[in-house]
């Protein structure tokens, strides 16, 4: 029996906590209408904020055709320069070139190639259509 009594006194308790928060919170209806005429009211703000955004884009438009600009292709070298830039990268050698060089390691300074004398490769049979045939069948 304590437990149905102590369902109604929870639901009294929630009920009057249900009614004091409509007592203090404004209708639903009162809010949309105010809604309505605060939106209706204020054409300056709209005027400003389209004003802020056509700033906006003529800024981003602006910094689009600076960084285009400075993008643009560079003026192509002539040979005489192009030979010079060439050279110039060709004698560049990295600071840290020296750790590298141990004397008792020898690195290849190019690729080796491979000959067909340098391989020693086994001797191959002939292919079937160079080989004597027999004119006559041998028994087996």
Same mark, same amino acid.
């Given at each position: ?14 009920? @009057? #906590? ?5 007592? &203090?919170? +404004? ?7 105010? @809604?309505?005429?605060? %939106? ?11 004003? !802020?955004? !056509?700033?906006?884009? !003529? ?22 320069? &192009?030979? %010079? ?5 060709? @004698? ?10 141990? +004397?008792?390691?020898?690195? +290849?300074?190019?690729?080796? /190639?491979?000959?067909? /004398?340098?391989? %020693? #490769?086994?001797?191959?049979? @002939? ?8 004119? /006559?069948?041998?028994?087996?």
């Amino acid at each position: 029996m304590t437990d149905r009594n102590e369902d109604r006194l929870l639901r009294k308790l929630f009920a @009057a #906590l249900r009614e004091e928060d409509r007592r &203090a919170l +404004p209708e639903f209806d009162l809010l949309v209408s105010q @809604a309505r005429l605060r %939106a209706g009211k204020p054409w300056r703000t709209r005027l400003g904020t389209r004003w !802020a955004w !056509a700033g906006m884009a !003529a800024i981003v438009a602006f910094l689009v055709i600076f960084f285009l600009q400075s993008w643009r292709a560079p003026r192509p070298m002539s040979h005489s320069e &192009a030979l %010079a830039l060439a050279r110039i990268i060709d @004698a560049w050698r990295a600071p840290t070139d020296t750790v590298l060089e141990i +004397p008792s390691l020898r690195i +290849p300074r190019s690729v080796p /190639t491979l000959e067909f /004398t340098s391989v %020693a #490769l086994p001797a191959l049979p @002939a292919p079937e259509s160079t080989r004597e045939t027999p004119s /006559t069948p041998q028994p087996q």
